[in-house]
Structures are given as structure tokens and as C-alpha cells.
């Protein structure tokens, strides 16, 4: 019974999905005031084999659609950056046309990055800087932060994840004063091949996690300490193929998956439902028409304002 109740809810959202009239999605007012919305959205971003920053918008139309956005040379050594987390943009900098800012893994290496752009679109060269937080990351597979946050409030606490080769998932988070601090670690996670935020809460993270062997699970994370992950099968089966996902809220009952195989270049949109385990509904939109051989991909972030919920569980 509740497994077909939720597929009802669910082609009801999916079919917001597409016609872009589920509330809180961006719109544009009519003259005649009446609202035209766009369908949802996802934004990619890459880092290229020559260090460029690339952002790529990916419309839940059917079939999907993308629209290319200008390309930021340059910014890091050629072929060096092996991870990002997600990138930040804040356009609200005075006299600028807007602050790009995340962390980066440079062989073993974990460094801050951030640069501003004129106020004509273009880098500003000089502003490109590189902070070095620390070695030790020679093992990484996976490192993203997260940010939660009440819109109009000020900001709560900001974390950060990173997932070892041997399995070890580790969280800093800054509610002791310091930026890395409250370091906790739990083991078991192997398997994993890439992972993804996909819902918030003020006590919780959820990520969104494939496994080499294609089964698919939610990773729940209390805020709590020690951390305890609670761990829900998905899918059993067939996910193996993404090295990448980016996830994007749409509208109150979904978010957009977006699955990048980077071995074959290509990319898959999927509509997901509320998180259920196996009762989670999801609905393959289609092939992006794109091509996704970058070696390094991360979600784009608005700032300030963005408080990365996705969708409570």
C-alpha cells in the first residue's frame, strides 16, 4: 500500500519535474503577472585535464537538454587536481562580478581554492590562490563540504566529509571554533565508489552512495557523536557504472540525479523520490546530450543563501 502510494505522489512530481511548476524552482514573472517557470536544473561543474573550471546546465526537459556556460581558464596546473568538493559562488561581492570559492585535492595534497571574477565576467588573474590546508590525502576517493543553514538566518555549521581507500569515512565540522575540528571516523565503506549529498536536516547529512558492485544505498549521518552511519539499501543493482553524481533539489517531493560515467563519457538524469530504501522511487529521464570525460567533477553552490537541502528524509 504505501509502496503505491508513493509511486502516485511520485508520477504526480515527476510530472512537475518536467513542466517546471513545482514551487520553489526559479521563475520569471509575466507582464501579465503570472509566473513562467523553467523546469528543474542541475549544474555540474569539472575540473578539465588543462585545470580549467567548466560548468554545464542540465534541464529536466524530456529529453534532457543542456546549455553551455563560459569556461574559466587556467586555474589550476595542468592535469594535477584529482578531487574537488563542491564550489561555491558567491555573486554578491562588491565591485566584482562574483567570488568562486571550494577545496581541492593536488596529489596528496588538500588546498583551498578561490578566485573572483571582474565585473565583466572574466577571471581576474590576479585574485587565483591556492591555500594549503595539508598533506595526507594521497588515498582519497571521495572529500565534498556541506553547509546547513535556515534561509534569513544566520549560518549554523558547515562540515566536511572525506572517504578513504580503505573504507574509512571521516566528518570535521566547525562547531568547535575551528574549521577541521570535532573529528570523527567510522569504518566499513570499502565498496563505495562515489558518493553524494542528498538531504539535510538540522540533525543530519544523507548522502547518496554507489558501490563498486552496483547496489546503491542512502548513508545517513547523525550530527551526533560518535558518528554512527546508518546505512539503507537502494538499488542492488546496475550503478556501478557512475564515478560521479551531482544532485540537485526540485521543487518539495525530488531532487535531479545526474550519473556521470566518465569512462564512456556520458551522462544519465534521473528523477529521485523521497529517500525509502528499496521503496524509493527513481525514473531515468534520459541521456544528457553532453559529453562527461572530465576527470574531476563537483555540484556547483549558490552562495550565501544555499543551505544545500536537498530533501529531508
Not at 546547513?148 to 580503505?166: E, Q
Not at 548513508?219 to 542492488?236: G, Q
Request: with cysteine; hydrophobic share 35%.
Amino acid at each position: 500500500m504505501s509502496v503505491r502510494l508513493s509511486t502516485a505522489r511520485w508520477a504526480v512530481a515527476t510530472a512537475l519535474l518536467l513542466t517546471g511548476t513545482v514551487p520553489g524552482i526559479a521563475s520569471a514573472k509575466t507582464t501579465t503577472g503570472t509566473a513562467a517557470s523553467a523546469a528543474c536544473r542541475t549544474a555540474p561543474g569539472s575540473v578539465t585535464a588543462g585545470g580549467d573550471h567548466t560548468r554545464t546546465i542540465v534541464t529536466a526537459t524530456s529529453p534532457p537538454t543542456v546549455t553551455p556556460t563560459p569556461v574559466y581558464t587556467d586555474i589550476y596546473p595542468d592535469g594535477q587536481v584529482r578531487l574537488s568538493g563542491s564550489l561555491e559562488n558567491d555573486p554578491d561581492i562588491t565591485g566584482t562580478g562574483g567570488r568562486f570559492s571550494g577545496y581541492v585535492v593536488m596529489g596528496s595534497t588538500m588546498y583551498g581554492s578561490g578566485y573572483l571574477l571582474t565585473e565583466d565576467g572574466e577571471v581576474d588573474r590576479p585574485t587565483i590562490g591556492l591555500s594549503r590546508v595539508g598533506g595526507g590525502w594521497g588515498d582519497a576517493t571521495f572529500f565534498d563540504s556541506t553547509t546547513y543553514a535556515k534561509y534569513g538566518d544566520p549560518l549554523v555549521f558547515t562540515s566536511k566529509y572525506s572517504l578513504r581507500s580503505n573504507g574509512t569515512l571521516t566528518r570535521w565540522d566547525d562547531r568547535s571554533g575551528t574549521v577541521w575540528g570535532n573529528k570523527q571516523t567510522a569504518t566499513g565503506f570499502a565498496a563505495v565508489k562515489t558518493m553524494a549529498l542528498i538531504s539535510q536536516t538540522p540533525t543530519y547529512d544523507t548522502f547518496l552512495a554507489n558501490t563498486r558492485g552496483g547496489a546503491l544505498y542512502t548513508i545517513r549521518i547523525p550530527r551526533t557523536s560518535p558518528m554512527k552511519p546508518i546505512v539503507k539499501l537502494v538499488r542492488s543493482s546496475t550503478w556501478q557504472g557512475f564515478e560521479a553524481m551531482v544532485i540537485e533539489k526540485c521543487g518539495i517531493y525530488g531532487t535531479l540525479l545526474l550519473g556521470i560515467d566518465k569512462d564512456t563519457g556520458s551522462g544519465y538524469l534521473y528523477a529521485v523520490g523521497h529517500a525509502n530504501g528499496t521503496a524509493t522511487v527513481i525514473k531515468g529521464l534520459g541521456k544528457v546530450p553532453a559529453t562527461f570525460a572530465d576527470p574531476v567533477y563537483f555540484r556547483h553552490v549558490l552562495r550565501p543563501g544555499d543551505n544545500q537541502m536537498l530533501f529531508g528524509e
